[in-house]
């Protein structure tokens, strides 16, 4: 009987009661711009791009990831490609016709560019 005395008696508190006041400002609530989701592709993963050439992919920590030709990755030499946050994929800069849409993966991986690794 006693226990149903406390649930009555609690109760939630009124909006003046509340810790973080509500401030309306009126219209509809703001969301951001739906920005597009560049596709997810695999580290050290090899994908090739319709016409024939073959990229190794290697993540940023800006976010996206800079291509390199096969030759190129085993060399330590420098990018081909890199991705906008977009996933356009831009030389020199510039943005090319490719997206990372475009890759095709080839279900190989390059080899890891430690020059420890075996």
């Known amino acids: ?12 508190p009124s909006f003046r009661d509340s ?31 319709a016409d ?15 291509f390199y030709t096969p030759e190129d990755w085993d060399l330590f030499g420098a990018y081909s490609y890199e991705s906008d946050p977009q996933g356009h994929l831009r030389w020199n800069g510039q943005r090319d016709q490719w997206c990372t849409e475009d890759l095709i993966d080839t279900s190989r991986t390059a080899r890891s560019r430690s020059r420890n690794a075996a």
């Open 52 to 66: 024939g050439r073959e990229f190794v992919v290697h993540a940023v920590f800006r976010g996206g990831y800079v």
């Open 1 to 12: 009987m006693q226990r149903k005395r406390l649930l009555n008696t609690a109760r939630p």
């Open 19 to 49: 810790p973080v006041p509500i401030i309306y400002f009126g219209g509809e609530p703001l969301t951001p711009p739906k920005t597009e989701v560049m596709q997810k592709l695999r580290e050290r993963g090899i994908y090739a791009l």
